[in-house]
Nanobody, 124 residues
Framework: QVQLVESGGGSAQAGGSLRLTCAAS????????MGWFRQAPGKEREFVAA????????NYADSVKGRFTISRDISKNMVYLQMNTLKPEDTDVYYC?????????????????WGQGTQVTVSS
């Protein structure tokens, strides 16, 4: 079992930055792909970014490309999402997820483990 806990959410002004952290416990993330998704009330969970098991492949949603960066630190069993140039439409609950198959999938169905989420609110 893998337990994931997100942190770093909060409020920011448009144009500002936030850094989300996902801390894993239970197993090493060395062979897992990691993803970030977001979801607003009443809407489907949306892909944001993913990184494969090796860290060499990253995928981003078009809406965040060039503004968000996903990274991982295997030694600390952590994954990060650096969010720059934030927009009000980035307001959502952000979830960290782990995929045992190791690919940087954009589909939430490929991820076996999920965190509880952290709220990000961007004001204009």
């Amino acid at each position: 079992q893998v337990q994931l806990v997100e942190s770093g959410g909060g409020s920011a002004q448009a144009g500002g930055s936030l850094r989300l952290t996902c801390a894993a416990s239970g197993r090493t993330l060395q062979n897992y792909a990691m993803g970030w998704f977001r979801q607003a009330p009443g809407k489907e969970r949306e892909f944001v970014a993913a990184i494969d098991w090796s860290g060499s492949k990253r995928n981003y949603a078009d809406s965040v490309k060039g503004r968000f960066t996903i990274s991982r630190d295997i030694s600390k069993n952590m994954v990060y999402l650096q969010m720059n140039t934030l927009k009000p439409e980035d307001t959502d609950v952000y979830y960290c997820a782990a995929d045992v198959w190791g690919a940087a999938s954009q589909s939430s169905h490929h991820y076996e483990y999920w965190g509880q989420g952290t709220q990000v609110t961007v004001s204009s």
